[in-house]
């Protein structure tokens, strides 16, 4: 998919710390049918942990599937560049940027017609990749969607794309031609409030496209009513109506309950999968953990952030982009930083910009998520018997279901790990005990 680097992606990074991760692990497993009441019904009491493990063979998926990920990574980062510089090299975005002006002298229709054509090319040529990535989610039982319904999920995501690329392009180049000097700033001040708006609409519109929403009272009464005295406890305003059921058995294996949107758009979504195998205490820890996210400030914090990120690698790139075009500009076909032909060289520095950031952004989010995991067990505690046993047993369960690598490559965490590995996770459900010693806790007083 398209990462429009110049907002969106803006927007996905400040999403990460309180929605569930794009590249959750998960193995082969019977799906839920989305149709079908998922109300939890455990066969058998859950049992005891004391540190995360698999089963050898199961160990040995995850190591897999851990090394696979961590290649494939690196390998679409490269990928990506060579993408975008390819699209320079052949002189694509010139020849896309000659049939706008062609089309109309205006400047909103050109965006209009050049941003569709590039989205698409880029996309296009990045598709193998997407293929890839969603064979090996089959292969190991992370997906069960078919091929034809993926490709439908690809089509509706390049629309929403090309409608944002739209927006975002059209605005970038009127302000670099009204400002050629401080257009890196400009631009940061208008694309910062138009990326919060998206997340604001993300549940509310782009959310229902790719899944079915249902209210979760209707479906598990038992659960909405400890959701309620969990959100009670938090001090937070969702309300039962506001809690939903996600179809999500349809398509993945993968297992979770998030808080998402901002304002009136907040919502609590609990996967289909998450009610068939987890238990109402389970569940309710892992929706108090995304609760932590909204009553830490998460949000803003993940926002003020990447905006600070965002800033710098805007200042970086209109630093380097005079230096780029002025040796290979008129090779490309580009007039200079004004030309809408310049596109791809300045998402080719974004992204470089992003990945060296990795390791910064990487630690920030594991940080948010460490105090999130904190929260969840202050705020259940006393609502559900032994708490820390019941975290330890839903982080045991997201572990096996997502194949959660119990050994986990020290670079790969640094680089790529946007939350705690599940054995240290696990460890600190099993450790977190202020009360025992008379202490206060850090959150829930």
Do not use: C
């Amino acid at each position: 998919m398209f990462a429009f680097s110049l907002g969106s992606v803006t927007v996905a990074q400040v999403r990460s710390v309180s929605e569930p991760s794009p590249l959750r692990q998960t193995p082969a497993s019977s799906a839920t049918k989305a149709s079908a009441p998922a109300v939890a019904q455990p066969q058998a009491p859950p049992q005891k942990v004391t540190k995360y493990t698999l089963p050898p063979e199961r160990f040995k998926k995850a190591r897999d599937l851990a090394r696979i990920h961590f290649r494939f990574t690196l390998i679409s980062v490269v990928y990506g560049l060579v993408v975008l510089w390819l699209v320079l090299r052949w002189k694509i975005s010139a020849k896309y940027r000659t049939w706008a002006e062609q089309m109309s002298s205006k400047r909103f229709l050109q965006a209009v017609v050049f941003s569709p054509l590039l989205v698409l090319t880029i996309d296009i040529l990045e598709l193998p990749a997407e293929v890839y990535r969603n064979w090996v989610s089959r292969a190991y039982g992370i997906s069960v969607q078919g091929w034809g319904s993926w490709f439908w999920d690809w089509t509706k995501g390049e629309i929403i794309s090309i409608i944002v690329a739209i927006i975002f392009i059209w605005i970038l180049y009127g302000v670099i031609r009204k400002s050629p000097r401080r257009w890196w700033f400009y631009f940061w001040l208008a694309a910062l409030p138009i990326g919060i708006f998206l997340v604001f609409l993300q549940p509310l519109i782009i959310d229902p496209l790719f899944h079915k929403f249902e209210p979760l009272a209707e479906k598990d009464p038992a659960l909405t009513a400890s959701l309620e005295r969990m959100v009670q406890r938090a001090g937070e305003n969702i309300p039962p109506e506001r809690m939903f059921w996600m179809g999500a058995g349809e398509k993945t294996t993968a297992l979770d309950a998030y808080v998402t949107g901002v304002g009136a758009s907040k919502r609590i979504v609990v996967f289909d999968t998450t009610i068939a195998k987890m238990t109402t205490p389970q569940i309710v820890y892992v929706a108090g953990h995304e609760m932590g996210h909204y009553v830490l400030r998460h949000i803003p914090k993940g926002i003020a952030f990447f905006g600070v990120l965002l800033l710098a690698f805007f200042y970086l790139g209109f630093r380097l982009i005079g230096w780029m075009l002025a040796n290979w500009g008129a090779y490309w076909g580009i007039r200079g930083v004004h030309d809408w032909a310049s596109l791809p060289a300045l998402l080719f520095l974004l992204s470089v910009f992003f990945f060296l950031a990795s390791p910064i952004s990487s630690a920030f989010s594991r940080y948010l998520e460490h105090q999130a995991d904190e929260y969840g067990l202050e705020v259940t505690h006393g609502l559900t018997p032994d708490s820390g046993q019941v975290a330890a047993q839903a982080f045991q369960i997201l572990g096996d279901v997502d194949l959660a690598n119990p050994e986990p490559n020290p670079v790969d965490e640094f680089l790529f790990y946007s939350h705690p590995s599940i054995p240290d996770r696990i460890q600190f459900a099993l450790t977190y005990d202020p009360w025992s010693k008379g202490e206060q806790p850090e959150f829930v007083k």
